[in-house]
């Protein structure tokens, strides 16, 4: 059963979905298709005890899922385990509100883009696009968001959620903090390089470069997120901050970063459908 629980956390919450070819992808899902994902999505949390469920609108406070869970301890006092993006933001609100469209049903294409103002050369495309799969890649003037993820067991930071558990505790508290970036063809932007550097603190592994000037983050409980979470719950409890303001990231960096960084992500990935049902979101404070 640890065992199990293992293997889910890194499978699970970052979910490989076996996908159609990408000319395939690029075809847009009908509303009814995204309203069907969300009916069963209604269907199969019904009366089951789920706990509130992740990515969300943060600018709207309601919420009446009646499971309650202890806040994670302030990333201060956690471990980061891993670090990811996703192409759009997962989270609407914001600096974040313009929809990208329904998508291709499986998570990619989808999400909320920035809502402010881009040049024109911030915006040029490079000649390759960077952080690329079989289903999407990133290109100058794309959002992306950022989830720095931390743990409460004693772990070091890795590929996939699976490295946020180690024994002896095999179900530790997790907080993300999350941050929008609006990639920009722009050497001046900030490097995600930079971003994404860790060292260790007090005997705590840290992200020490998360920006501070993007907002007070919006404080949550929420679940895991990603596209096979899109028609049945996430049973991963976790604690969420996500910042409501955008920072322009270099897309140089990022691509540089996508060639290799101790993580293994190579690519973004796709987003979970913004779950609107009140009955499977928490209470904003």
């Not at 089951?48 to 009446?64: C, F, M, V």
């Amino acid at each position: 059963m640890h065992i199990h629980l293992l293997v889910k956390l890194a499978v699970l919450s970052l979910p490989v979905i076996a996908l159609p070819a990408l000319a395939t992808t690029l075809e847009q899902a009908s509303d009814k298709t995204i309203a069907e994902q969300r009916a069963a999505l209604a269907q199969n949390t019904i009366n089951t005890g789920i706990g509130p469920q992740s990515p969300r609108d943060i600018d709207n406070k309601l919420g009446e899922n009646r499971v309650v869970f202890s806040p994670a301890p302030s990333s201060e006092n956690m471990n980061l385990c891993n670090i990811h993006l996703h192409k759009n933001a997962e989270h609407k609100g914001g600096e974040f509100t313009i929809f990208a469209g329904n998508g291709d049903g499986f998570g990619y294409n989808t999400g909320y883009k920035y809502s402010g103002q881009l040049t024109a050369a911030e915006q040029k495309p490079l000649a390759k696009a960077v952080c690329a799969n079989d289903h999407s890649a990133v290109q100058s003037g794309d959002t992306i968001e950022v989830h720095y993820v931390y743990s409460t067991s004693q772990v070091k930071p890795g590929a996939t959620l699976g490295a946020c558990v180690a024994n002896p505790i095999l179900n530790p508290q997790l907080r993300v903090e999350a941050q929008v970036f609006v990639v920009v063809n722009d050497d001046s932007a900030a490097d995600f390089v930079d971003m994404a550097k860790f060292e260790e603190h007090n005997q705590r592994i840290q992200a020490i470069n998360i920006p501070t000037d993007t907002g007070t983050p919006v404080q949550y409980a929420g679940s895991t997120t990603g596209p096979s979470y899109n028609e049945k719950g996430s049973p991963y409890q976790v604690t969420w901050s996500v910042r409501p303001n955008v920072k322009k990231v270099s897309i140089a960096s990022l691509g540089k970063w996508c060639e290799g960084n101790v993580f293994e992500e190579d690519h973004a990935h796709g987003v979970r459908n913004l779950v609107t049902n009140s009955e499977l979101l928490s209470p904003i404070n």
